[in-house]
DNA sequence: AGTTCGGACCGTT
DNA sequence: AACGGTCCGAACT
């Protein structure tokens, strides 16, 4: 467990790796940056953190990341994988709700179970849990804060709480 | 148009 | 057995 960071402008994200890639990125913590990298990484895990990198910038940057590292979801249950996986389908730009991904995974009426899924996304922002919003257009919730859900819709020119139009 | 309330739904701890 | 990043309809303001 060697959690490499991720300077940014809006602070420290944290990644974790696995022997299949990236497997868990943090928001910035409000408090202190430890700072105590222990052990260098693999070359293969300098290559991966350096598309994480690249990518997450590109994020808060308002831009589409041009490449992911390999993304190590294993950790979850059968159903949050199949989550997951479908958050990653959904196009930048676009939304759906919790019921829409609850029917395409096959489970309509596990709403909330999608919810609680979504909530344990071990990584936010490039498995795009914040394209998921609430039936009828409505924010929802989002673990790493509301404003965090606000701010990367807005990057992808989604406006919530909005029913009229197609 | 918007808000609140109540019950039903399903995977996780 | 209890809790969620829910959903829907009904009954309000």
């Known amino acids: 467990m060697d959690?490499?960071?991720?300077?940014?402008?809006?602070?420290?994200f944290l990644a974790w790796y696995s022997d299949r890639g990236l497997s868990r990125l943090e928001f910035p913590r409000s408090g202190r940056p430890p700072n105590r990298s222990w052990g260098k990484p693999s070359s293969a895990v300098a290559?991966?953190?350096?598309?994480?990198?690249?990518?997450?910038?590109?994020?808060?940057?308002?831009?589409?990341?041009?490449?992911?590292?390999?993304?190590?979801?294993?950790?979850?249950?059968?159903?949050?994988?199949?989550v997951w996986r479908a958050l990653c389908r959904i196009a930048p730009g676009a939304t759906q709700s919790y019921g829409d991904i609850a029917r395409s995974v096959g489970a309509p009426g596990a709403a909330r179970a999608v919810g609680q899924a979504c909530g344990a996304n071990p990584i936010p922002?490039?498995?795009?849990?914040?394209?998921?919003?609430?039936?009828?257009?409505?924010?929802?919730?989002?673990?790493?804060?509301?404003?965090?859900?606000?701010?990367?819709?807005?990057?992808?020119?989604?406006?919530?709480?909005?029913?009229?139009?197609?």
């Open 3 to 12: 959690p490499l960071p991720i300077p940014t402008p809006d602070g420290v």
């Open 47 to 82: 290559a991966w953190h350096r598309l994480t990198t690249r990518a997450v910038k590109a994020v808060l940057a308002g831009r589409e990341p041009t490449s992911l590292p390999p993304l190590d979801l294993a950790a979850g249950s059968p159903f949050q994988q199949a």
């Open 125 to 166: 922002l490039l498995v795009p849990c914040h394209r998921v919003l609430a039936a009828g257009g409505k924010l929802g919730g989002f673990s790493g804060g509301l404003d965090w859900k606000r701010r990367l819709l807005a990057h992808e020119a989604v406006w919530p709480t909005r029913e009229t139009e197609p």
